[in-house]
């Protein structure tokens, strides 16, 4: 049993003190609504708390577990929603303003199953608006709990903070670009984005529908796997959900990596990526290595032209989703979602072809590259995290953006899974990660690599002195 005070305990070990009744789910609710309170103002990773229906349901899970009724391992965990999952008992607003009073008809697809398995949903989590780049200027963006001067992550910020900073215990994110594993990394966090069509996004705003996945955002590779296996599967009101079953990712995440092959592309790796981000990577290569992984050479495919699309593929879809009230409520935007629309608005169909064809010879050649490995080990970032002052200075220089997504953005245009991982601490204290990368719906074997890692080293185990 971990000495982690009772806020930065894995959900696992939590799941576990329930089942034997040494803890109840409504005190440690409780709890995390009181520690919510006292930090959640320095850190604003809450768009609202649900504090009298988290204690409500907190009671039902003890008068379940009393009966020795159990749900699986979400059961009277406290998690937090990214604020683009529908709530029927919340508003939704999605980081926008025209949302601010939404009220969905009906739960996300991914809600209802968490909550079936027990899960207490301590409130909405803060997000930029629609899920693209930055939060609006309205609203109060989230300050990263480990250094406030420094970037959080977008877009799933106010899950990054919440979680990191021992506000819940597990959240849902959402990646279109980068955004489950840009906050993990910020955070010290493990992230999973699953195969495109994995988790159902019935009932999830759409930032770019084919681009869009729905993962956890966790502080173990353990935990991330108990929330995918709750919000993972087939969906009837999704039809672009997959239909393969679900494993339990659970059951076999202990049972090591011998054998499993891993590639690396060190151009790729290593060419124009800050060194600290390279001796972390490496490191993390030799403790693969020495876990029985084997390590191979691999050729990644050609992938600067993909990224350079990455933009223009995600205005067009962005464009599409927000036909209703852009540009009919167009002052009511920020500058850079109205920028994005615009820019998805003026697309020709020539253009929108380039990208679809680009899009599907990168898929083909990754496809063939997972013939000859099971995984590839990638970084997160090409620099540790930045300040918000250096990524103000970003902002203003596209090739910048361009060159953050290297290692993110061809993984949504594939739709293939990863796993984001702490992998060190930079000069600066802040944490260090890295992506193991799978083919489609190789989850199961992501998981299993992620906990093998980290029952070897303790970077996930850092926590932000804020306490």
């Not at 008992?89 to 079936?116: C, H, M, Q, W, Y």
């Not at 709990?145 to 910020?157: A, H, L």
């Not at 495919?301 to 933009?311: G, Q, R, T």
Request: aromatic share 6%.
């Amino acid at each position: 049993m971990s000495t982690d005070p009772i806020h930065y305990k894995q959900i696992t070990e939590l799941s576990e003190l329930f089942r034997r009744g040494e803890l109840l789910p409504s005190k440690v609710t409780e709890a995390m609504l009181s520690r919510i309170e006292k930090l959640d103002g320095r850190f604003h990773g809450y768009a609202l708390v649900l504090a009298e229906r988290a204690m409500a349901r907190a009671k039902v899970c003890d008068a379940e577990l009393a009966k020795g009724i159990w749900r699986g391992p979400l059961h009277g965990v406290p998690i937090g929603l990214k604020d683009l999952c529908y709530t029927t008992f919340a508003t939704t607003a999605g980081g926008t303003t025209i949302n601010a009073k939404f009220v969905p008809s009906f739960n996300a697809t991914i809600v209802d199953r968490l909550e079936r398995a027990g899960a207490v949903t301590l409130g909405k989590l803060k997000m930029t608006e629609g899920a693209y780049t930055s939060h609006h200027p309205d609203d109060q963006a989230p300050l990263n709990p480990w250094n406030v001067d420094y970037w959080v992550g977008s877009s799933s910020s106010g899950s990054g903070v919440a979680t990191s900073a021992g506000l819940c215990f597990g959240s849902i994110g959402s990646d279109t670009g980068g955004s489950i594993r840009f906050p993990s990394a910020s955070c010290g966090l493990t992230g999973i984005k699953p195969t495109w069509g994995r988790v159902s996004r019935h009932g999830i705003f759409p930032l770019a529908d084919s681009l869009d996945h729905v993962g956890p955002m966790c502080r173990s590779a353990a935990d991330a796997a108990a929330m995918l296996g709750v919000i993972a599967g087939a969906d009837v009101n999704d039809p672009t959900a997959l239909q393969a079953p679900v494993p339990n990712y659970l059951a076999a995440i202990g049972d090591g990596i011998r054998g499993l092959r891993i590639g690396m592309d060190r151009s790729y790796t290593q060419d124009g990526i800050d060194p600290q981000v390279v001796a972390a990577l490496l490191d993390a290569e030799r403790t693969l290595a020495a876990l029985g992984a084997d390590i191979r050479e691999v050729k990644f495919p050609a992938y600067e032209k993909l990224v350079s699309m990455w933009i223009p593929m995600c205005s067009i879809e962005t464009a599409e989703a927000h036909l209703e009230t852009y540009p009919s409520r167009k002052s009511e935007y920020g500058p850079d979602l109205t920028q994005l629309i615009e820019q998805g608005r003026s697309m020709s169909g020539v253009e929108i072809a380039q990208i679809h064809h680009e899009r599907l010879k990168f898929c083909g050649s990754l496809s063939a590259l997972f013939r000859d490995v099971d995984l590839l080990l990638i970084p997160t970032m090409p620099v540790p995290i930045p300040t918000l002052t250096k990524m103000g200075e970003y902002g203003a220089d596209p090739s910048v953006l361009l060159s953050i997504l290297r290692f993110t953005a061809v993984f949504d245009f594939s739709g293939s899974p990863t796993i984001t991982l702490p992998n060190g601490i930079a000069s600066d204290g802040l944490p260090l990660s890295m992506q193991l990368v799978g083919p489609h719906l190789s989850e199961d074997v992501l998981a299993r690599s992620g906990h093998a890692f980290q029952s070897v080293t303790d970077w996930h185990t850092r926590r932000a002195l804020i306490d």
